[in-house]
């Protein structure tokens, strides 16, 4: 929970969706049962639930329309406002159908049979377990609206730990090869001034979410500042089976370009021979997958490089956090060093879930 323990606004879950109403159905079936096996065997099993569902039923449906029709406005209010207007829908919708109820059966189906007794304690009892199962259901949407802010801060933790090591990495480096290249290559300077405004401006970009072509673009003007700075020891590789509109295609940032600096930083620039960075990008029906592969050298030239732990650590922590069913596989060959990411396609919509 926060510190100032206040709830977050717009903790309610958008109740128009289909998702919601369905598992608002199904915790209501859950409940009906519940209650039906609190009454057997005293009374027929089968009969009480199909009684007991469909009042359940009505409330949960009544309440799901009413909060739907209301969200515009309930979002406007303070988050406790919110929440107690959602609390008391739910409660008098309850007792509105209770004494409904109650009054079908005293004045349709027993007139004869009237007991107001029992319909005040099958009111009241309504209205008890209605009171408890909103108070824990609104608990519940609380905790884990609090989570998912927790899992896009942390988030927002990992990217920003991935930007500021990017920012002083690259500054040095290409500065250094800029430097090196003004008096005796002033037009590759240019250029390579250039590729490090136009990388410089998509790193700092604000998101947690690029396009699949804005990583692209990234990892080529890295690229090209590598290889001024490597030289003929840098080759690179593209093998990309996508389309143009798969550029599109929303990935989290920051997924590709530090694969590609990790295979570079730790795969080239130690041997003194270079290498070939192969990178792969394919989509399938289902997913988008990124594959990175280096040679691993044989012989550390210099001190080893601790950041590349750091890199892939942080992508896999991100993508567990944020991109449901998305997957990192590393492989660690004698001669090569691959790490592919699987990214599902429909996971990319949950960017638009968060509330």
Same mark, same amino acid.
């Given at each position: 929970?926060?510190?100032?323990?206040?709830?977050?606004?717009?903790?309610?879950?958008?109740?128009?969706?289909?998702?919601?109403?369905?598992?608002?159905? +199904?915790?209501?079936?859950?409940?009906?049962?519940?209650?039906?096996? /609190?009454?057997?065997?005293?009374?027929?099993?089968?009969?009480?639930?199909?009684?007991?569902?469909?009042?359940?039923?009505?409330?949960?449906?009544?309440?799901?329309?009413?909060?739907?029709?209301?969200?515009?406005?309930?979002?406007?209010?303070?988050?406790?406002?919110?929440?107690?207007?959602?609390?008391? $829908? +739910?409660?008098?919708?309850?007792?509105?159908?209770?004494?409904?109820?109650?009054?079908?059966?005293?004045?349709?189906?027993?007139?004869?049979?009237?007991?107001?007794?029992?319909?005040?304690?099958?009111?009241?009892?309504?209205?008890?377990? /209605?009171?408890?199962?909103?108070?824990?259901?609104?608990?519940?949407?609380?905790?884990?609206?609090?989570?998912?802010?927790?899992?896009?801060?942390?988030?927002?933790?990992?990217?920003?730990?991935?930007?500021?090591? $990017?920012?002083?990495?690259?500054?040095?480096? /290409?500065?250094?090869?800029?430097?090196?290249?003004?008096?005796?290559?002033?037009?590759?300077?240019?250029?390579?001034?250039?590729?490090?405004? /136009?990388?410089?401006?998509?790193?700092?970009?604000?998101? @947690?979410?690029?396009?699949?072509?804005?990583?692209?673009?990234?990892?080529?003007?890295?690229?090209?500042?590598?290889?001024?700075?490597?030289?003929?020891?840098?080759?690179?590789?593209?093998?990309?089976? $996508?389309?143009?509109?798969?550029?599109?295609?929303?990935?989290?940032?920051?997924?590709?370009?530090?694969?590609? @600096?990790? &295979?570079?930083?730790?795969?080239?620039?130690?041997?003194?021979?270079?290498?070939?960075?192969?990178?792969?990008?394919?989509?399938?029906?289902?997913?988008?997958?990124?594959?990175?592969?280096?040679?691993?050298?044989?012989?550390?030239?210099?001190?080893?490089?601790?950041?590349?732990?750091?890199?892939?650590?942080?992508?896999?922590?991100?993508?567990?956090?944020?991109?449901?069913? &998305?997957?990192?596989?590393?492989?660690? @060959?004698?001669?090569?060093?691959?790490?592919?990411?699987?990214?599902?396609? @429909?996971? &990319?919509?949950?960017?638009?879930?968060?509330?």
């Amino acid at each position: 929970m926060h510190t100032n323990d206040k709830m977050p606004a717009g903790f309610l879950p958008d109740f128009c969706r289909d998702s919601t109403l369905l598992l608002v159905v +199904v915790i209501a079936e859950l409940l009906a049962v519940v209650l039906a096996l /609190s009454s057997w065997p005293l009374a027929p099993f089968w009969r009480t639930l199909a009684l007991t569902s469909l009042f359940v039923q009505w409330i949960a449906l009544s309440s799901v329309a009413v909060l739907c029709r209301l969200r515009a406005r309930l979002e406007k209010l303070s988050p406790a406002r919110e929440a107690t207007f959602a609390y008391l $829908i +739910v409660l008098g919708l309850t007792l509105l159908f209770s004494v409904l109820n109650a009054a079908f059966f005293d004045w349709v189906v027993h007139p004869n049979a009237v007991d107001l007794e029992r319909d005040l304690a099958f009111v009241l009892r309504n209205a008890m377990v /209605s009171a408890i199962v909103a108070a824990v259901g609104l608990r519940y949407l609380y905790v884990q609206h609090d989570w998912k802010l927790g899992v896009e801060a942390r988030m927002d933790a990992r990217l920003h730990a991935l930007q500021a090591r $990017i920012r002083p990495h690259f500054l040095f480096n /290409s500065m250094n090869t800029i430097a090196a290249l003004i008096r005796s290559r002033p037009a590759d300077a240019e250029n390579a001034v250039e590729d490090l405004s /136009s990388m410089f401006r998509s790193v700092l970009r604000e998101g @947690e979410w690029a396009r699949l072509g804005d990583e692209l673009e990234l990892t080529r003007h890295y690229l090209a500042l590598e290889t001024l700075r490597l030289g003929e020891r840098l080759q690179v590789e593209w093998a990309l089976d $996508i389309d143009e509109d798969d550029e599109e295609l929303p990935i989290p940032a920051l997924s590709l370009q530090p694969l590609v @600096e990790n &295979a570079v930083y730790h795969g080239i620039q130690p041997n003194p021979d270079g290498g070939c960075v192969h990178i792969a990008i394919a989509r399938d029906a289902t997913h988008l997958r990124l594959r990175v592969e280096n040679p691993q050298p044989q012989v550390q030239s210099g001190p080893a490089h601790d950041g590349q732990g750091m890199a892939l650590g942080n992508i896999r922590e991100r993508l567990e956090l944020g991109y449901r069913g &998305a997957a990192m596989n590393i492989r660690a @060959e004698p001669e090569r060093f691959t790490v592919e990411l699987s990214l599902p396609l @429909e996971a &990319a919509d949950a960017r638009n879930d968060r509330r």
